[in-house]
Structures are given as C-alpha cells and as structure tokens.
C-alpha cells in the first residue's frame, strides 16, 4: 500500500479508535500481545531474514539489537499487556469551572489523532509504540527501519490479527511498507493527516526530521548528560554515581558523556575516579573507561587531551570528556553551552549549590545525588515510555500515555451570547 | 542592532530573567506600565509618523487599528498592570512523588527561555505580549509588523525605561529592529536560542511560520467556525447564537463563518434566520449579512449560490455560509473536513445530539448552546490571552500565562545508581 493510502485510512478511522472505551482497548491490546505470541514462528522466520540480509552490513551490536527469540517476542507480548494495566488517559477532566457568563467549561483530555513515528532498527519498538498509541485513543502509522523491516512487518501483522479477531478495525496500526527515504518525507509532510511525528532513533534522523517536518514534532533523545561533582561531594556518592551514570549502559541516551569537577576537590576526587573507571576495572576484566581531560584535569590524572568538541559529543561508549570548573555557576554554564537539554545531576552535601543547580540548569532532568541513568518512564513511574523529549513544548523528558494526549474545551451554556 | 546581537542578548539574560521572584516581577510590570503612560506623548509622535506613512497604502479599517490615542495608551498601560494580579505561572509544583528507588521526583513549572512572537501591525499586541512574557519568566522578542514599527519602537522604548528605572536588565523586553523579511526568517531559523516562535497574524504568516521555522513554533488564530443547528434547537437560542457568533465582530478568528442546518428545522429557522440577519439588521440600519447558500439551503431561502470554496473560506466580513445537513453525523463530518479546529457550536435541546458532537468534533472549543464568540483568554477566566492556539501540541484555544511555560523534573537523592 502506498503511504498516501496509508495516512488516508489512518485519518478515517481515528474517531473511531478515540470513541473507544477502556475496556474495549484493553481487549484489544490482550488480543494484539495473543497473537504476537501466536505468530511466534511467523516473526521469527521474518526475522532471520532481517538478520541474513544485515549480516557484514552493520555491526554485531546492531545485529543484537535486531536479532529475535522466543523469549524476546515473549517479552513483547508481555509488553503489550503491561499497559493493559496502565489507566487510560483520554477523557481524564483537567479543569472544570463555571465562567462569568455561566458557561460551564470543561478542559477535557483527547487523544492527538494520528501519530507517526520514524525509529531504526529494534523490532521491539514495533509492539511498543502501537501499544502506546492504542491505549492513548491514537492511531499508529509505524515506519521503522529499513533492515527491521521483515520483522517489524510481521509483529504489525499478529497485532493487526488481533484488532480484526476482536471485531475492530485492522487500521489502528499501520506499517509503512516503503522503506526509503521517500515514505519519511511523505509522513513529514503530512500536514492536517499527522497530529505528532516522533522520530526515535540518533541525531540525524532527530535533525532531519525537525528540520524537514511540516507536521508537529518532538525532539526525543539525544544525551550529552553532565555529572557536576562539587566541592562539598562526599567523594564515594560521587565515585558510585559516575561509575554507574558512564558505565552501566553507555550506549543509551542517559548515560552520561561529560564530567564537570571543582577545582578544590578535583585532586582528591580524579585520582580515585581514574582508579574506579579504568584500573578497578581493567583488573576485573572490563572496559575500562578512555578519560579525555581539559588542561586542568591533565595536570592531575593522565588521559587523552581533550578537545573542545569533545564536550559536544554524545560518545555512547566507555569515554568520558573531564573539564575541571571554579565553582556551581561555571558547571550550570558549560552545561547551558554544550548539554542536549536532557539529564544533568550534581553531587553535592551543600543545599545552596544544590539549589543554584536545579534553578538555573534547564534540562528535562535534573538530579542532586542520582544517576542521570534514571530519566526512564519505568523509573519515573510511568509504568511506560514512548521516548524522551528534549524539547520544552509540549512534553519533557521520558513521555507516557498522557504526553500522547492534548486536550480541548468542552462548554456548555444555555443561549448564552455575547 | 542586528538580529544575531539581539538573540545573543536575549539568550545571555533569560536566567536572570527566570530566577526573579514574583514581587520582582510584579515591580517591573508597574514601573513598565508608569513609563508607558509617562511616554504618551513620544508614543503618539510615532504613532503619527506610522499612520501618515500608511494612510493609501492600507485600508481605513487597518489604519484604524494602527492609530493611538491618549486613552488607547492608558489602555495598553492597564493591560500591563492587569497582568500584575494575574498568579505567577512559574515555580508551581505539578507533581511529586517518591519512586520506587526512593528518590524525589518534583516536576515544576519553568519558563520557556526566550519567545519570539511575529504580529502585524496592532501596537499594542507589543505590550499585551511583553507583559505576558515577562510574568512567565521569558524574555520576549518582539517582531512587529513594519506599519507600527515607530510605534512599536516608542512603546518598547517606554517599556525598558521602566526595567532600566528598576534596576532590571533591559534585555528581558527587546524589538527587531530590522522590519524585512530576513529577519523573520533569522527568528525562524534560530534553532537552540529561540525556545518558542508565535506567529500572530493572517493565514500567510502563520504558513510561513509553520513551514519555514526550525524554532518550535505554535499555530494561533485562523478561524473557520461552525455552528450546527440541531432539528431538537431551540429556535430563538439558535437565532441568538448564529446572529451573535456572525455579527457582533465579524473580524475575529472566533466569528462564525459556516452555518450547518439540519434537515428537518432547515424550513423553520432558516427563514426566521434570514429576517434577523438580513432584513431586520437593513430596516436598523446594519450591514446585512449576505448569505451563501447551498442547492437545500436555496430551495428556502434566497441568497449567493455557495461554492465549495466558501465552507473553507474565513470571511472575516458579514458573509455566513449555509449548508443543510441530514443529522448531527453528517455536521460532524462536515466540520472535520473543513474546520481549522478552532471553535465550532451545537445548539439542540438533545443531550444525545449534543454528546455526539463534543465526542466527535475535535476543535479547541466546542460548544452546546452558546456563541462561538466566548473563545477567548478573558471569557475563560485565564485573564489574559496571547493568542488562540489551534493546533494539538502543548496548548490549545486560549493561551494564558502558563501555557506559557514548560516544565522540568526536579530529583533528590542521596546516592541512588541504577
């Protein structure tokens, strides 16, 4: 099917899918995760197919993240039937009054009517992101990447199995089947058809998409996440907190690039750090940790010099740029010049520097004493995540099924005119 | 000052600007509103220097908006002190919560950062904008249109003599100086410095807007209002309505433009509505609204055959177009397919017909029972208004103080890793 015919279908039935009550999404999401179970062997026959034709392509890590097994459609199923429990966010009332003139007025959750969404090569982003759009009343218009496409294809196939087992309509969830760059310019284009495009994958395809849509659209993800270690740290919440913020997953968006230190607890402080992330761990047999220091943080520990671009990098590797700063209002500054905007923490036992960080460090997430590693919507409580916003309208950092919802003014009057 | 030096300026002050305090807010918006009424006299000389460069070039109507008075001055300085008692948007908690790893999660209201509004050519947009922009903690960039630039010019003067006086910096107000298009274009590609663009203005500038900005960017005003009239309407609420949404100021985005007429009442009130707002208002007096009617409407009624064009036209004058429906289905249909989701209206005496319209018209207020006309900052009780949104993402209809905000995540921890 063409994309024209595709955003068609998608626009005719979205009252349809907002008309829904709870409990029939429900239903329909219990018959989707059934069927992704059901069509195990379909999915992963689509899948080998997928991994045989990237294989030598792209890298190993990319082929992990591609390659399917019982248990991982497993765990999309169980995915899909996680948000059965999540409450439904459409027809939430956000304010009710009665104004001057006597009109009652309602401010009323909708869904935004259709959402697409652009993302590369996980297959599990497939089920995921259709089971959020279902719950929040929103029709999907999937377009994944072109090396998942066999796999993606087969997931949207099962759920759509589903939709039409349970008597609703199949078009709730519709798969872009042109996978160059063609479909993404047509969706991007799409004014007045799409309600909210969401690009899910590295900067480029955020750029791309911020720079060529028409259609409204959130920034998600980039990370150059700062851990800014003060001077009054207690040097082991600091050690423990950069360990895991850089280490833990260095892949993902959260984890951190950049570590900004006092200058009067940086002599105390690299040395043990250096330790922790590079020797500690070459002796357990791990990455260890490449430092790329300013000149400050050279005059202390050895390390690769660093260059300014390396503060504007989001490695998503075992790299850490290092800046040694004066004080709080250096680091909130280097932070305002070179940060994504996404996940900033400060270690600290001083509440004023605390304070001065949190007001004037304008990021989705900003932590005192906590991994960046949490801005996640399973850690924020979410129960759920469609991606993480880095942009200040509309949502900011990790969004759920209410993000996935606008709202309008229902009034009720009796002739009332002006 | 170029453009470029005016976004450097703007982005170097907005922390200051965010991290006032209320009453520091507040004292700024008095000394803005004294040095207003004080500078009457420069004001009106650029006013007059405006006015004589257009008269010819635009139509008596806009000359009318462009020219300033000593009462329209005192106006504009009472709209700044209203602002005043209007409550402070930024700083609110949202939510808070403990997650499950024990940290405190605060999710708080935080300006934007810097605003850029585009408007044509009524002066005292540049107050009403300054002063909204102000309380929310961003600092404004005003683009006015070239006709009230001296004016708009005279008025921002007056404005920064208050900051000056109150030993604010006089960076938090500041106006494009350069009124060509390039300038326009230089706010709309100033990615990572411009935190929200607003376009106020006719359908072009908003295409414009929409279509060229890399900066996020809010769609506001353009207006093709319905109002369906049910076969249960109460006759008289439905003449009160149509002839009030069209004819008590026919230039604004929340007039009514389309009349939907069901089938069964088409005989009764269409007639009765063609003597109230043809030739009662001719026999008072009053412009006569010319009504254009399609093939059912013309069978009633005598008026201008209706094209197609005209249900998708926002007149903005005394034209009402008039098309006969079969049921409340068929105006739902209607109205998806050619309202700009601004503002639409039921009049019917059927609760089943009047849920069926709030559930299926997806407009940024929908009514039963009241004119179109009450969309608008002050009737919803928001106190002020910087323009109707219609589009889905972050605000929609009337966008008050905290629409003029975002929002970030505060976390506490005492050194909680993943």
């Known amino acids: 099917m063409t994309t024209k015919e595709i955003l068609s279908k998608a626009v005719n039935t979205k009252y349809a899918l907002a008309s829904l009550s709870s409990e029939e999404k429900n239903r329909a999401l219990g018959l989707m995760a059934d069927e992704i179970e059901k069509s195990s062997g379909a999915i992963l026959a689509a899948n080998l197919k997928d991994v045989e034709a990237a294989r030598g392509n792209i890298s190993d890590v990319m082929i992990d993240r591609l390659a399917l097994s019982e248990s991982r459609i497993a765990d999309m199923a169980a995915g899909v039937r996680n948000v059965i429990a999540l409450p439904d966010p459409v027809g ?5 009054k009665t ?3 006597g009109l009652l007025l309602y ?9 697409a969404i652009i993302y590369e090569s996980r297959p599990n982003v497939t089920s995921d992101a259709a089971a959020l759009c279902l719950k929040s009343g929103n029709v999907c218009i999937l377009r994944g990447g072109k090396e998942a496409y066999n796999s993606s294809k087969a997931i949207v196939n099962a759920m759509r199995e589903g939709l039409l087992k349970g008597g609703f309509p199949q078009d709730f969830v519709n798969i872009i089947d042109d996978i160059t760059r063609q ?3 047509e969706l991007m284009a799409a004014r007045g058809q799409v309600d909210l495009l969401i690009p899910r994958g590295g900067a480029g395809l955020i750029r791309a998409c911020v720079e060529n849509a028409l259609v409204p659209c959130i920034e998600t993800g980039t990370g150059i996440c700062s851990v800014y270690v003060d001077k009054s740290a207690d040097i ?4 423990n907190i950069v360990e895991n913020a850089k280490t833990q997953r260095p892949s993902v968006c959260n984890a951190q690039e950049t570590l900004l230190v006092h200058k009067d607890i940086a002599d105390e402080f690299l040395p043990a750090l250096k ?3 590079c020797d500690d761990r070459a002796a357990a047999g791990k990455v260890p940790v490449e430092l790329r220091v300013d000149e400050a943080a050279g005059r202390i520990i050895d390390g690769t010099p660093a260059t300014e671009q390396d503060f504007d990098t989001e490695f998503l590797d075992y790299i850490l740029a290092i800046k040694v700063v004066n004080d709080v209002k250096e680091a909130a500054e280097h932070i305002g010049k070179h940060s994504t905007h996404h996940s900033e923490a400060i270690v600290t036992e001083d509440k004023e520097a605390a304070d001065y960080f949190t007001g004037h460090v304008d990021s989705a997430a900003v932590y005192v004493n906590a991994s960046t590693r949490f801005t996640d919507g399973g850690m924020f409580g979410l129960g759920c995540e469609m991606g993480i916003s880095t942009q200040k309208l509309h949502a900011r950092g990790p969004m759920g099924l209410e993000e996935l919802n606008s709202y309008k003014y229902v009034v009720i009057g009796n002739g009332q005119v002006r």
Do not use: I, Y
């Open 92 to 96: 939430r009332t956000l304010s009710k």
């Open 99 to 101: 104004t001057a003139d």
């Open 107 to 115: 401010k009323v959750s909708v869904p935004l009517g259709v959402v």
């Open 236 to 239: 082991q919440k600091a050690l």
């Open 183 to 185: 479909s993404a310019s």
């Open 275 to 277: 330790k922790r992330l």
